[in-house]
Every structure is written in C-alpha cells, then in structure tokens.
C-alpha cells in the first residue's frame, strides 16, 4: 500500500489482535449482571486510566486541530472547556458511588419515579449513540489523512467498530477497564508523538510566532467564535452535562470505595487536559508548517490536518512509527467506545428491557445486554456517516446530556423539584433547543434592535445561526425556570423517598461493605449525619468535608498552573 510500510501494518494488525484478545479474556468472569455492568473491584491505577482512557479520543485531537487551524489557539477550548468543570469532579465523584447504583438512571428513579428513568435512559441510549458516531468521525478522517486517503473513512468506521464490538459485548465494563489501561497509554503516547516533529521543523514556537502574523491565531481568547462569552457557556454547559453522562457512572463507581472513583476520575481528566496542550501546539505548528512551504490553507481540509502532518514526517523517521501512530489513534477511539457501548446497554437492560420482563435469568439478562451494545454502536456508525464534520458532531452532542443534566442538579439540591417538574425541564430545553434552529426564529433573531451589539447571530460557511452561548444560555434558562415554576403547581416526590436519596448521597462507602440491591443501603452501614449547610426553602446543600475542600482548591491550582503553562509555552518557549 502506497504511503504505508508492510512495518505499519503489521504494527496495527499485531495491536487490534492483541487488545481483543486481552478484552475477550476478560470476559471468562462473567457470570451475571453486575460482573458485566458495574464490577466495583478496581484500584487507583486502573480508574485513573479508565477514567482517561474513557474521556481521551483521537476524534478530539481532530476537533482542537481542525478549530485552532480555522481559528487559532482558541481551538483549545473545544476540549478546554472541561477545564474549569475538573475540581469539580473531585466532588461529584464520591457522590455517584455513595448511590450505590448500577446505572444513572437507578439515580433518577430514586429521586422521581420509573417515567424518569425511564426518559433517562432514552436520552442516554441516543447520546452515547451519537458520542460513539462522533468519535468514529474523528478517527477515520484521521486514519484517511495519515494513510495518504489509502484507506477511507467509512472503511476505517467499520474496522474499528468491529474490534471494540468484539470484546466489549464479550466483557463488559470490565474488559473496558483492562483495555484501557494499555490503551490509555497509547493515547498519551498519540498525543505527543507529533509535537516534536512539528515544532522542529518550523523553528520551535519562536519560529510558529514568526510565521503567524496574526496575533489573535495565539490567543487563548479571539474575536471570532471562541471569545470569553463562549468559553463561560461552554463550561457551565459541561458542568451540567457531566453528571448525565451515562458512562460517568462507571468512572465514579467501579472502584473498591468512593476514593478510587475520586481520584481516578480527578487525576484521569487532569491528564487528559495536558494531552489536550499537546493537540494545540501540534496544530498551531502545523499551520505554521504550511505557511513556511507556501501551502495555501484554503486547500487544506481542518479535519484532516493532524493525520496529514502524521503521514509527511512519521515514514521519514522508520518503518512501524506510523502503524505506531495509527495504533494510538485505535487504541483513543476503543478506549472511549467500549465504555460508552457498555453504559447504553446497561441503561436498556435495567431500566427498560429488565422491569418490562422481569424474572428471566442473568444469562438471559447478560445477552440482551450485548445485543443491545451492537445496536447502540450500529445507531453511532449510521450518524458517523451522515453528519459532515468532526466539529459538527461535537456540538450537536454537546447539547444532549445537558437537558438530563439539570434534572439532576436540581433534584440533587432542591427538594420541591417534582417528576413532572423533571419532565418539563427536559422537554421544555429540548424544545427550545429545536426552536432556536430553526430559520424562522433565526429570521426574528436578525431584526432585533440589539442583534449587532450583543452579537446574538453567527455566519459560517454563508449560513446564518443563533450564536452557540446564546441558544446554551436561553434553552438552559427556558427549561430552569419552566421546571421550577411546575414543581411548585405538582405533587411532592414522597417525604420517604426523598430521605432514602439524600441519605444514600452522603453516607460514605464503609470498607468492604457488599451490596445487596442498587440504591440500598446495607445493613451493615450506618446512615451518615451531615451537617447542613443550606436548607432553606427546600434547597438541600451540605457542608462539604475537609477532605473535599482540600482537594478541590488543590485542583483548581492545578488548573492555573496548567492555563499559565500553556501561555508561557505559547509567549516565550
């Protein structure tokens, strides 16, 4: 194959073989349901990877080089906007495991009722659906590219898909955890392969700052799509999002206790976010590469620009270091996928398939389980085809979770909030989301007095849209306020009920407690006393630990040291 050594190949062969067969070997301890969605056995080192391993995707790497080729370092922020939502996963993380539940959608069933959960694992299945769709997009624009176009995006899809389908139905959650582990690695290893290559060709960044003339291409922050009023939105929006993510419940919860969650899920996304600095400099040295070649940028393709800088400088170096490459970009999509294609099917198994047809066996239970994983990664293949861009994918599922998000994070700290409040809030964002989509409302958008100066319309490509945290801020507006106004005109979720949430959310995991039924507290552990520290008009906020405070402003420093890095890097490298 022209553009690929038979070394390459052999290199990639030997990975997909070897990581399937780990994944299908785990699958011999399999025996019932909770081996397959949540075995909670893991330690420090495998959640950290899990939870980076599941987080981290070659698809991402392709969205940051593709923004930050049309418009600068900016770009950064389409996976930086997670940034300022991590301390707050050292919060969230011990919260998910205390509920001591096999899916999220157990969660909203002990808060509001089945319907709920019910609508959870609806909105879940399509999320994962179409996150799975994402990052296929992603990885086989970037296998194309760095095979010289040899090999082509649908075919790459199909490739991939095959081999994480193989061992993940096999294996569950916990051939998930194992692959990713070696995975996890090579994602790292993708992640910074390319940089110095890069940057060697062009001069180091001094060169890049000599290349590129426009200051706002090196700016965290630029008067095109990415301004500070986007990168707020983006991140609230995250923060939201998170907790509906169906597959966070793996990552927070299959550790031994609530601190292997915390940590992993901390320390995991920490290193995701410096892999993301090195997605940014390989890009921005890229667009400096092509300047200095006189390369007009007009015909360069943004999703395919990572993969194209992999197939001109990796063959130079020696035979197998592109089949290398290729084999981390694998390993980033699978990682992520197998997690993902695992929490739908637990989402359909428990709460829909398991209460409509009770009383079957767990090996019965276990197989629907696979077969609905091969439906979910069949519904990601369909919408990696028919959705245009990398960039496209990632905003369209940006929008998803957030909608259950909110159910969450007000039920979580309001009491009043109702199972048709639930509903309303979910139902009333989506609807506004569509709503602002729409021509005739964009139509409206234009003749407002104010449309220029509070710049509420965005132009791309000739096609005018409702600037993206404009339609975030009003949708999330819409449906808080719907939900809020309903909860107080409908029923009270049961004074019982209520307690047996809130208990379940702050009493600590006891050592080597063993469950006897999702969202139970065993026998064996006593109900926690937090002290308060809101409880008016219903709003239900604890005081946090001092082990909480402690870790979350340790993050934060964390996050600033990382932000004045990556600006010293870019200013005086």
Same mark, same amino acid.
């Given at each position: 194959?022209?553009?690929?050594?038979?070394?390459?190949?052999?290199?990639?062969?030997?990975?997909?073989?070897?990581?399937?067969?780990?994944?299908?070997?785990?699958?011999?301890?399999?025996?019932?349901?909770?081996?397959?969605?949540?075995?909670?056995?893991?330690?420090?080192?495998?959640?950290?990877?899990?939870?980076?391993?599941?987080?981290?995707?070659?698809?991402?790497?392709?969205?940051?080089?593709?923004?930050?080729?049309?418009?600068?370092?900016?770009?950064?922020?389409?996976?930086?906007?997670?940034?300022?939502?991590?301390?707050?996963?050292?919060?969230?993380?011990?919260?998910?495991?205390?509920?001591?539940?096999?899916?999220? *959608?157990?969660?909203?069933?002990?808060? %509001?009722?089945?319907?709920?959960?019910? /609508?959870? &694992? @609806? #909105? =879940? !299945?399509?999320?994962?659906?179409?996150?799975?769709?994402?990052?296929?997009?992603?990885?086989?624009?970037?296998?194309?590219?760095?095979?010289?176009?040899?090999?082509?995006?649908?075919?790459?899809?199909?490739?991939?898909?095959?081999?994480?389908?193989?061992?993940?139905?096999?294996?569950?959650?916990?051939?998930?955890?194992?692959?990713?582990?070696?995975?996890?690695?090579?994602?790292?290893?993708?992640?910074?392969?390319?940089?110095?290559?890069?940057?060697?060709?062009?001069?180091?960044?001094?060169?890049?700052?000599?290349?590129?003339?426009?200051?706002?291409?090196?700016?965290?922050? *630029?008067?095109?799509?990415?301004?500070? %009023?986007?990168?707020?939105?983006?991140? /609230?929006? &995250? @923060? #939201? =999002? !998170?907790?509906?993510?169906?597959?966070?419940?793996?990552?927070?919860?299959?550790?031994?206790?609530?601190?292997?969650?915390?940590?992993?899920?901390?320390?995991?996304?920490?290193?995701?976010?410096?892999?993301?600095?090195?997605?940014?400099?390989?890009?921005?040295?890229?667009?400096?590469?092509?300047?200095?070649?006189?390369?007009?940028?007009?015909?360069?393709?943004?999703?395919?620009?990572?993969?194209?800088?992999?197939?001109?400088?990796?063959?130079?170096?020696?035979?197998?270091?592109?089949?290398?490459?290729?084999?981390?970009?694998?390993?980033?999509?699978?990682?992520?996928?197998? *997690?993902?294609?695992?929490?739908?099917?637990?989402?359909?198994?428990?709460?829909?398939?398991?209460?409509? #047809?009770?009383?079957?066996?767990?090996?019965?239970?276990?197989?629907?389980?696979?077969?609905?994983?091969?439906?979910?990664?069949?519904?990601?293949?369909?919408?990696?085809?028919?959705?245009?861009?990398?960039?496209?994918?990632?905003?369209?599922?940006?929008?998803?979770?957030?909608?259950?998000?909110?159910?969450?994070?007000?039920?979580?700290?309001?009491?009043?909030?109702?199972?048709?409040?639930?509903?309303?809030?979910?139902?009333?964002?989506?609807?506004?989301?569509?709503?602002?989509?729409?021509?005739?409302?964009?139509?409206?958008?234009?003749?407002?007095?104010?449309?220029?100066?509070?710049?509420?319309?965005?132009?791309?490509?000739?096609?005018?849209?409702?600037?993206?945290?404009?339609?975030?801020?009003?949708?999330?507006?819409?449906?808080?306020?719907?939900?809020?106004?309903?909860?107080?005109?409908?029923?009270?979720?049961?004074?019982?009920?209520?307690?047996?949430?809130?208990?379940?959310?702050?009493?600590?995991?006891?050592?080597?407690?063993?469950?006897?039924?999702?969202?139970?507290?065993?026998?064996?552990?006593?109900?926690?006393?937090?002290?308060?520290?809101?409880?008016?008009?219903?709003?239900?906020?604890?005081?946090?630990?001092?082990?909480?405070?402690?870790?979350?402003?340790?993050?934060?420093?964390?996050?600033?040291?990382?932000?004045?890095?990556?600006?010293?890097?870019?200013?005086?490298?």
């Amino acid at each position: 194959m022209p553009g690929i050594h038979p070394f390459d190949i052999a290199v990639i062969v030997l990975y997909l073989v070897g990581i399937t067969a780990l994944g299908i070997w785990t699958a011999r301890r399999v025996k019932n349901l909770s081996d397959f969605f949540m075995p909670r056995r893991f330690g420090k080192g495998m959640m950290i990877m899990h939870a980076f391993g599941t987080g981290t995707a070659s698809d991402q790497a392709v969205t940051v080089a593709a923004a930050t080729f049309k418009g600068g370092l900016s770009g950064i922020w389409y996976q930086w906007l997670w940034l300022f939502v991590t301390p707050f996963y050292w919060l969230i993380a011990p919260v998910f495991r205390r509920f001591r539940a096999v899916t999220t *959608a157990d969660v909203y069933e002990l808060r %509001f009722d089945r319907s709920v959960a019910v /609508l959870f &694992a @609806l #909105v =879940g !299945i399509a999320n994962m659906s179409v996150k799975i769709g994402l990052m296929l997009k992603g990885a086989g624009a970037l296998i194309e590219s760095a095979t010289g176009t040899y090999v082509d995006t649908e075919l790459a899809i199909l490739a991939v898909t095959v081999m994480f389908v193989l061992y993940g139905a096999a294996g569950g959650l916990a051939a998930a955890i194992v692959t990713d582990y070696a995975q996890g690695l090579l994602t790292i290893l993708f992640s910074v392969m390319l940089l110095p290559f890069v940057l060697s060709a062009v001069g180091g960044m001094q060169g890049v700052r000599e290349t590129i003339t426009d200051p706002h291409m090196l700016s965290l922050v *630029a008067p095109g799509k990415v301004t500070w %009023f986007f990168v707020i939105m983006m991140s /609230l929006q &995250a @923060l #939201v =999002g !998170i907790v509906a993510q169906p597959f966070i419940m793996g990552v927070c919860a299959a550790g031994r206790t609530e601190w292997e969650g915390r940590i992993g899920f901390t320390v995991g996304n920490l290193v995701k976010r410096i892999c993301t600095i090195a997605w940014s400099l390989t890009a921005i040295g890229a667009v400096a590469w092509y300047l200095q070649r006189g390369v007009d940028l007009a015909s360069v393709q943004p999703d395919h620009l990572y993969g194209d800088v992999a197939q001109a400088f990796l063959p130079k170096i020696a035979p197998g270091v592109l089949g290398l490459f290729l084999a981390a970009v694998l390993a980033g999509v699978m990682s992520s996928c197998d *997690a993902f294609m695992v929490s739908s099917a637990a989402l359909f198994t428990e709460n829909v398939y398991k209460p409509a #047809v009770p009383g079957r066996t767990e090996r019965h239970y276990v197989w629907i389980g696979r077969l609905t994983s091969v439906m979910v990664v069949a519904g990601g293949v369909v919408f990696a085809l028919w959705v245009p861009t990398v960039v496209k994918a990632l905003e369209i599922w940006f929008m998803i979770a957030p909608m259950m998000g909110l159910v969450f994070w007000i039920g979580l700290l309001w009491r009043r909030l109702t199972v048709v409040g639930a509903w309303v809030t979910t139902l009333s964002g989506f609807a506004t989301w569509w709503i602002t989509t729409q021509s005739w409302f964009i139509d409206w958008c234009v003749r407002l007095p104010v449309a220029d100066a509070w710049r509420l319309l965005w132009v791309e490509n000739g096609k005018t849209s409702l600037y993206l945290p404009w339609q975030i801020l009003l949708y999330m507006t819409v449906a808080v306020v719907a939900g809020v106004v309903v909860s107080l005109f409908t029923r009270p979720v049961s004074q019982d009920k209520l307690d047996r949430f809130y208990t379940l959310s702050r009493t600590p995991i006891a050592p080597g407690e063993q469950l006897v039924e999702p969202c139970v507290l065993p026998p064996s552990t006593a109900a926690a006393k937090r002290t308060m520290l809101v409880t008016f008009a219903g709003l239900e906020i604890p005081l946090p630990s001092q082990a909480s405070l402690i870790g979350f402003v340790v993050v934060w420093i964390c996050v600033a040291l990382m932000i004045g890095g990556f600006i010293g890097m870019v200013s005086w490298s």
